[in-house]
T-cell receptor
Framework: DTAVSQTPKYLVTQMGNDKSIKCEQNLGHDTMYWYKQDSKKFLKIMFSYNNKELIINETVPNRFSPKSPDKAHLNLHINSLELGDSAVYFC?????????????FGPGTRLTVL | KQEVTQIPAALSVPEGENLVLNCSFTDSAIYNLQWFRQDPGKGLTSLLLIQSSQREQTSGRLNASLDKSSGRSTLYIAASQPGDSATYLCAGGEGNTGKLIFGQGTTLQVKP
């Protein structure tokens, strides 16, 4: 299936731990994104990478570090997890070269910090 | 700075009704506008994308319009069905970086 996939789907961990979320797209897109959806369902962009280069870096704590090993993958590593990090994290991808930049989203990773 | 607002937050209609979901944005220099559907516990499904140079897009029973001068977009759903029940999100594109600014969504319930 052509899609944006994320692992894991659910992540439950203790405060202070370090965790990673992985994202892969097989749509051939050049640009990938991380969004955070809070408890009120509000979605906000965190990061964007274009062909492994950081393009957007919103005001996100530096405990969050994205890594793009290649243009099909964008992983999110979170250090020293805090209660407020509990949210659903969505990965997305798009191709600016079509001129449209339509974004396609993964299924989300629900992170719960205890 | 672009801000996107969706009103109402929730809407309940009987099956078969035609309905309009509203989205407003503050910066008319919007790059594009994308409508998504989100089912509970699921990811976002792209419904329609309107470029800044376009006025509307159609897909099946869905029609989305864009009026940059008034800062508004609407999503028209014809002959609504219970399967249309979901949260509908609009998002404005800011520049060609791909950055999307999301509204808070309208949760639609279509009653059989």
């Amino acid at each position: 299936d052509t899609a944006v996939s994320q692992t894991p789907k659910y992540l439950v961990t203790q405060m202070g731990n370090d965790k990673s979320i992985k994202c892969e797209q097989n749509l051939g897109h050049d640009t990938m994104y991380w969004y955070k959806q809070d408890s009120k369902k509000f979605l906000k962009i965190m990061f964007s990478y274009n062909n492994k280069e950081l393009i957007i870096n919103e005001t996100v704590p530096n405990r969050f570090s994205p890594k793009s090993p290649d243009k099909a993958h964008l992983n999110l590593h979170i250090n020293s997890l805090e209660l407020g990090d509990s949210a659903v994290y969505f990965c997305a991808s798009s191709s600016p070269w079509t001129g449209e930049n339509e974004q396609f989203f993964g299924p989300g990773t629900r992170l719960t910090v205890l | 700075k672009q801000e996107v607002t969706q009103i109402p937050a929730a809407l309940s209609v009987p099956e078969g009704e035609n309905l309009v979901l509203n989205c407003s944005f503050t910066d008319s220099a919007i790059y594009n506008l994308q409508w998504f559907r989100q089912d509970p516990g699921k990811g976002l499904t792209s419904l329609l994308l309107i470029q800044s140079s376009q006025r509307e897009q159609t897909s099946g029973r869905l029609n989305a319009s864009l009026d940059k001068s008034s800062g508004r977009s609407t999503l028209y759903i014809a002959a609504s069905q219970p399967g249309d029940s979901a949260t509908y999100l609009c998002a404005g594109g800011e520049g060609n970086t791909g950055k999307l600014i999301f509204g808070q969504g309208t949760t639609l319930q279509v009653k059989p």
